[in-house]
């Protein structure tokens, strides 16, 4: 299969994506989700069935891909340049929460898919995609191991607030937000404490300058 034609299965894959999670909260992340999905986007049934041959991992990784599409198109650099650090972080998970708000079963139907144990590997790869979507809109061009370990820590905190979405009740997400807050907050405390251990001219304690000091104090 050529390039264009794999162009052509995504775009297929992007379009569809969307509709087939809202078919998934009636019949699951299935062949049934996939034609209905078409028939409402006006796409050939078969075609879109032959887009994902995978079955239902191949489906949920085109709707992340599709969340991740849309986030990138909601936010100007110069928006997200506005913004302290916290915020953008903030402001991007909030709006991929926004974005499945009426989607909340085809979520718990999907992370129990992504939960099993053939899917867990593709699963991983998926957060960190979406992790690292979100650091780079934020401006992070990090290429040490900052890097990994940014992109780890946020796809862990955005995979456990998805977890507490799935079930949250309360008005307007209000739980939800309040965990994702907590979370945020649990980075930047990690990242300041980091960059403090880190910098090398920070004060470091010497037992030779302090028995220097003591054997010749300032006067």
């Known amino acids: 299969m050529g390039a264009a034609a794999d162009s052509s299965l ?4 992007l379009a569809l994506a969307p509709a087939i999670a809202d078919a998934a909260a009636f019949d699951g992340w299935s062949e049934e989700a996939v034609r209905a999905a ?17 079955g239902a991992i191949d489906m949920i990784d085109a709707w992340i891909a599709a969340i991740d599409a ?4 909601a936010f100007t650099a110069e928006q997200l340049a506005a913004m302290k650090i ?26 129990a898919i992504m939960a099993m144990p053939q ?6 790869r998926l ?7 979100m650091w ?16 780890t ?26 965990f994702l807050d907590r979370r945020i907050d649990g980075i930047m405390r990690f990242e300041k404490a980091k960059a403090k251990w880190l910098n090398p001219d920070r004060e470091h304690f010497s037992p030779a300058r302090l028995l220097g000091r003591l054997r010749y104090p300032a006067r």
Request: net charge negative; aromatic share 10%.
């Open 86 to 111: 916290r915020e953008r972080i903030r402001s991007l998970v909030q709006f991929r929460l926004d974005t499945i708000g009426w989607q909340q079963e085809a979520l718990r139907r999907a992370l």
């Open 38 to 54: 078409a028939d409402q986007v006006g796409l050939d049934a078969d075609a879109a069935l032959f887009a994902f041959q995978g």
């Open 153 to 178: 820590i946020l796809a862990g905190i955005y995979a456990a607030t998805l977890a507490v979405f799935a079930d949250d009740k309360s008005d307007d997400f209000a739980d939800t937000r309040a």
């Open 10 to 13: 995504e775009a297929m894959r």
């Open 127 to 133: 957060g960190w995609r979406s992790a690292d979507a």
């Open 70 to 73: 849309e986030m990138a198109a």
């Open 136 to 151: 780079r809109l934020a401006g992070d061009t990090s290429v040490d191991y900052n890097y990994y370990t940014k992109r």
């Open 119 to 124: 899917n867990a590997p593709r699963a991983l």
